[in-house]
């Protein structure tokens, strides 16, 4: 009986991440609207400091002290500024690739984590290996095939992804020592803050433009960032890591799903096969060996919407 109710909990966790997953996939049309009105730094401005007010009712509600903002603040600085980066590069690729292949270049982070934490003196497993051979083969055929098959957007994009995997590193480091939901919201609040700048700077958004572009700010701010982080904060307290980065990599497909039912993206049959290959290798690095194991494995990262 026990073992059923321990199930039953883990399916409820992982059902969670599932909707994480599909929030972030479909993250990605919110992203490219958004872009209609606005630039890449207005909009990711805007849609992270709605994503850092969000929490800000989670974490009254759980009485936050000073002190762990107080703690917090030096780790979110660090990864708010990698965030950024990560994200401008992300939101600057939207303008010229589709949402579908946004989606597939941007989960290469799954497998660019585990390799890049061998810097920290972790081993990488075999099938992480053989999950990152099938991944880049499938970026291959989906990007860069022939000369012109390659887009600014996908080589955008593809930057974002390792800048992914080091804010992932940066939140391996930190959030076990801080609170994880104000690692979160202070983190979101500087990258705000340097997206603000960068607007001010190279675009010139006007409040019509913001009011124009509200329903994907909404979505990205509200969905994408404050409900998705908190559901897969709760669900990663209890779901097995690599169970739960499988299923956060479902993020990728519902990308290709949403840019095809929202915005009429259509793949070509070799962009499809890259596709395929790409989630293939996503898998093959996660799938769980039967040991539990935290650190740089776990899905904690997967928050790229």
């Not at 994880?180 to 960068?198: E, H, N, R």
């Amino acid at each position: 009986m026990a073992s059923k109710d321990r199930s039953a909990g883990a399916a409820r966790y992982e059902a969670l991440l599932f909707i994480t997953a599909a929030i972030w996939g479909t993250g990605f049309v919110a992203q490219r609207l958004g872009m209609v009105s606005l630039g890449p730094f207005s909009y990711n401005a805007a849609r992270f400091m709605l994503g850092s007010a969000v929490l800000a009712p989670v974490l009254a509600a759980r009485r936050a002290t000073l002190a762990a903002f107080k703690a917090a603040l030096g780790p979110g600085l660090i990864a708010g500024t990698v965030l950024a980066v990560a994200a401008g590069l992300q939101q600057a690729g939207l303008q010229y690739t589709s949402a579908g292949k946004a989606g597939f270049i941007t989960g290469l982070y799954v497998v660019l984590v585990p390799i890049a934490a061998m810097a920290l003196g972790r081993s990488t497993p075999a099938r992480t290996w053989a999950g990152a051979a099938l991944a880049f083969g499938g970026l291959y055929v989906l990007s860069f095939s022939s000369i012109d098959g390659v887009n600014a957007g996908d080589l955008l994009v593809l930057a974002s992804s390792a800048f992914w995997t080091a804010h992932i590193l940066v939140l391996d480091r930190w959030a076990s020592r801080v609170e994880p939901l104000i690692l979160a919201c202070v983190q979101f609040a500087v990258c705000s803050a340097w997206c603000w700048i960068g607007a001010a700077a190279f675009e010139s958004p006007s409040i019509a433009a913001f009011a124009a572009g509200a329903a994907p700010i909404a979505y990205g701010g509200v969905l994408s960032i404050g409900v998705a982080y908190t559901l897969q904060a709760v669900a990663q307290s209890k779901a097995h890591p690599a169970r739960a980065a499988i299923i956060m990599a479902l993020e990728s497909p519902f990308a290709a799903l949403s840019g095809a039912l929202f915005l009429g993206e259509r793949m070509s049959r070799g962009e499809t096969v890259g596709c395929a290959l790409m989630l293939a290798g996503t898998f093959v690095a996660q799938w769980p060996s039967g040991r539990r194991k935290g650190g740089a494995g776990r899905a904690d990262a997967g928050a790229t919407g």
